[in-house]
């Protein structure tokens, strides 16, 4: 299943809600459960995750029934919005806490290429290291992503997110798997020029990346997307700039939670960062964003992320506007 957070105008305003994508349309998986004989499900795609296995398994045949069924509607509410009628969002639009790793060999060797690190340091070899990102500046499909006043040379990551849904605390390599929801695109917007300065006092990244984060278009869980040899690409105003997979890494994600849930518990929502694969940036390119680009990453099972830089000077703008509470 893809799994997506998506907005839509109403009569009384915005509303925002969990649902399902299938090719042509979504399925509001509120209210298939509440069509298909005992299911129960919810609006909001953070609670639904917390729901693991069992959540997944009500959604399943949910949106089975209504398909089989034909239901359109549900107490005189529609259950299925064709693709034009709706705007994806962040599928979480307030992640429960974002890690970024940096385990894609080939990204580390071009780092110390282009000077953004001096060597590769011999702990990265025996930890998974990462950085944690500000969860209260994430983007979604669509949305304009605001050039910080502080940078001139701004970055896209071309990476993909785990997405925890069961929780657990001390967990093996061989157990994480069934805490692992699904995967994500993840864009992990950087100024370069401010993280090299960041960088060189041995902390950070701090402001060169908590400016803004995107993720996106859905959630696909595991039979959806195959993570390690499944094709990802980064097109720059439909130029590509970054193409392969996300391949081998030196830690998997199972060891990454191995390791991180070490004496503290990991918790639906949580999300963690593949790191940037191969030439999946353009430090590693020599090749810098403008301003009022377009930036596409996509991935095979999991859709295309799309967003435009604004101008130097311009703000954030969401693709709909917020929705009411």
């Known amino acids: 299943m893809r799994l997506v957070t998506f907005r839509r105008q109403t009569e009384s305003g915005v509303e925002q809600r969990a649902g399902v994508q299938l090719d042509d349309f979504v399925v509001d998986l509120e209210r298939a459960g509440e069509a298909a004989p005992g299911e129960r499900l919810t609006h909001d795609l953070l609670t639904f995750v917390a729901g693991g296995d069992a959540a997944i398994h009500a959604a399943r045949t949910a949106v089975d029934f209504v398909l089989t069924a034909g239901a359109e509607e549900v107490g005189g509410r529609p259950i299925r919005f064709a693709n034009d009628q709706i705007q994806l969002c ?18 580390m060797a071009n780092a110390v290429a282009k000077g953004m690190l001096p060597s590769v340091p011999e702990e990265w070899f025996n930890i998974p290291a990462y950085y944690k990102g500000n969860v209260d500046e994430i983007y979604g499909p669509d949305d304009t992503i605001p050039w910080p006043s502080y940078t001139d040379k701004l970055d896209y990551e071309l990476e993909v997110c785990a997405v925890i849904g069961t929780p657990g605390r ?14 994500t695109l993840y864009n992990d917007w950087s100024a370069r020029d401010i993280q090299k300065r960041e960088m060189s006092i041995g902390i950070g990244a701090g402001v060169s990346k908590d400016f803004g984060s995107s993720i996106g278009p859905c959630i696909a869980t595991p039979d959806e997307f195959e993570r390690d040899i499944a094709p990802l690409q980064a097109r720059i105003d439909g130029e590509v700039w970054s ?42 390119l020599d090749r810098w964003l403008t301003p009022g680009c377009t930036v596409e990453l996509e991935a095979e099972g999991i859709g295309i ?16 506007p917020p929705a009411q509470s």
């Open 305 to 320: 992320l799309r967003n435009t830089v604004s101008q130097k000077g311009a703000g954030p703008r969401r693709a709909t």
């Open 90 to 107: 962040s599928p979480l639009p307030r992640p429960n806490s974002l890690r970024d790793y940096m385990v894609v060999e080939e990204h």
């Open 243 to 284: 193409s392969g997979v996300l391949g081998k890494m030196r830690f998997s994600f199972e060891e990454i939670i191995e390791w991180t849930s070490r004496d503290q518990t990991m918790r639906p929502g949580d999300l963690l960062g593949s790191g940037t694969i191969g030439k999946g940036c353009g430090v590693e």
């Open 170 to 183: 001390n967990l093996s390599a061989a157990a994480a798997p069934r805490h692992i929801i699904g995967y």
